[in-house]
């Protein structure tokens, strides 16, 4: 089974991800493909693969990808490959942005898919990535804040919407979601 978890850039997709891992068995991730540099607290093969613009555009050549996208000038994507092995094993949560989502909802067939989108209000997004530990860049916030209302318009995509107004309350939502989604596996 894969989960999706998706909300804008600073709603918690990272930090909930880290915790159903750590808090339930048989859940685990995998590194989504990029082309963006390392930040500092990123480790290669486990937070991102990191790849050149040249070596992403030669995956997508070789139908390498699910799903692929650019955000703030970088490509992002899911290994097809990763993903497949990965999911034989275990739930994988993955954090995937709206666009993705869709074109996973719609390609996966062996695979069951299970979409939550967690919102967040724009005051408190815009707290969050003033706040963050990378420290973005005026430019940064204000373009990850500009896809706000796109986002915001794709949520009929997803079958769970959660606000994401206290992280234990939320974790504690999506592990039931979790156990009784992987209980009709397809």
Same mark, same amino acid.
């Given at each position: 089974?894969?989960?999706? %978890?998706?909300?804008? !850039?600073? !709603?918690?997709?990272?930090?909930?991800?880290?915790? $159903?891992?750590?808090?339930?068995?048989?859940?685990?991730?995998?590194?989504?493909?990029?082309?963006? !540099?390392?930040? !500092? /607290? /990123?480790?290669?093969?486990? &937070?991102?693969? #990191?790849?050149?613009?040249?070596? #992403?555009?030669?995956?997508? +050549?070789?139908?390498?990808?699910?799903?692929? +996208?650019?955000?703030?000038?970088?490509?992002?994507?899911?290994?097809?490959?990763?993903?497949?092995?990965?999911?034989?094993?275990?739930?994988?949560?993955?954090?995937?942005?709206?666009?993705?989502?869709?074109?996973?909802?719609? &390609?996966?067939?062996?695979?069951?898919?299970?979409?939550? #989108? %967690?919102?967040?209000?724009?005051?408190? $997004?815009?707290?969050?990535?003033?706040?963050?530990? +990378?420290?973005?860049?005026?430019?940064?916030?204000? $373009?990850? %804040?500009?896809? #706000? +209302?796109?986002?915001?318009?794709?949520?009929? $995509?997803? /079958?769970?919407?959660?606000?994401?107004?206290? %992280?234990?309350? &939320?974790?504690?939502?999506?592990?039931?979601?979790?156990?009784?989604?992987?209980?009709?596996?397809?």
């Amino acid at each position: 089974m894969l989960v999706i %978890l998706s909300g804008v !850039a600073g !709603a918690g997709k990272d930090t909930i991800r880290k915790e $159903l891992i750590n808090r339930m068995e048989n859940v685990d991730t995998i590194p989504a493909y990029t082309t963006r !540099a390392p930040r !500092a /607290d /990123d480790i290669p093969g486990v &937070t991102y693969n #990191f790849v050149s613009k040249e070596e #992403f555009e030669k995956m997508i +050549d070789n139908n390498e990808m699910y799903e692929y +996208d650019i955000h703030h000038n970088n490509y992002y994507g899911t290994s097809k490959k990763l993903l497949n092995e990965k999911a034989k094993n275990c739930i994988v949560v993955k954090d995937i942005d709206v666009n993705g989502t869709e074109i996973l909802k719609n &390609t996966l067939k062996n695979i069951k898919v299970v979409t939550i #989108f %967690l919102r967040v209000p724009k005051e408190e $997004l815009q707290r969050r990535l003033e706040n963050r530990i +990378d420290q973005l860049s005026h430019e940064e916030i204000k $373009l990850r %804040l500009n896809r #706000f +209302d796109y986002e915001e318009s794709k949520i009929y $995509l997803y /079958d769970y919407v959660i606000k994401n107004d206290n %992280l234990e309350k &939320t974790v504690s939502i999506i592990q039931r979601i979790i156990e009784e989604e992987s209980k009709t596996e397809i």
